[in-house]
């Protein structure tokens, strides 16, 4: 079992940045897959990146490659989401996840590990 806290979200102007943190707790961090996901109000939730065990590997869904990047400390426990260029279409919630599993279509977090949420607002 391991607990995510996100923090760093906030409002923002479409073309901004913001950085977002996810601080792990109560089981082993180095040895998940971590990720982000996100989801809008009438929307599914959409996997947005995840990043591998030593940080060597990174996926990013296709709609934000070139202006997110995910990034880990294991010895802090934590993951980061750098978005940089936001757009209003970004607005979400975006969640922390562990446990991370590619099914070839669409990732999933394996053990049902997620955080709380944190807004991401990008106004026009």
């Known amino acids: 079992q391991v607990q995510l806290v996100e923090s760093g979200g906030g409002l923002v102007q479409a073309g901004g940045s913001l950085r977002l943190s996810c601080a792990a707790s109560?089981?082993?961090?180095?040895?998940?897959?971590m990720g982000w996901f996100r989801q809008a109000p009438g929307t599914d939730r959409e996997f947005v990146a995840a990043?591998?065990?030593?940080?060597?590997?990174?996926y990013y869904a296709d709609s934000v490659k070139g202006r997110f990047t995910i990034s880990r400390d294991n010895a802090k426990n934590t993951v980061y989401l750098q978005m940089n260029n936001l757009k209003p279409e970004d607005t979400a919630v975006y969640y922390c996840?562990?446990?991370?599993?590619?099914?070839?279509?669409?990732?999933?977090?394996?053990?049902?590990?997620w955080g709380q949420g944190t807004q991401v607002t990008v106004s026009s």
């Open positions: 996840a562990a446990d991370l599993i590619n099914l070839g279509s669409k990732w999933i977090s394996g053990s049902n590990f």
């Open positions: 109560g089981d082993t961090f180095s040895s998940y897959i």
């Open positions: 990043i591998n065990w030593n940080g060597g590997r990174t």
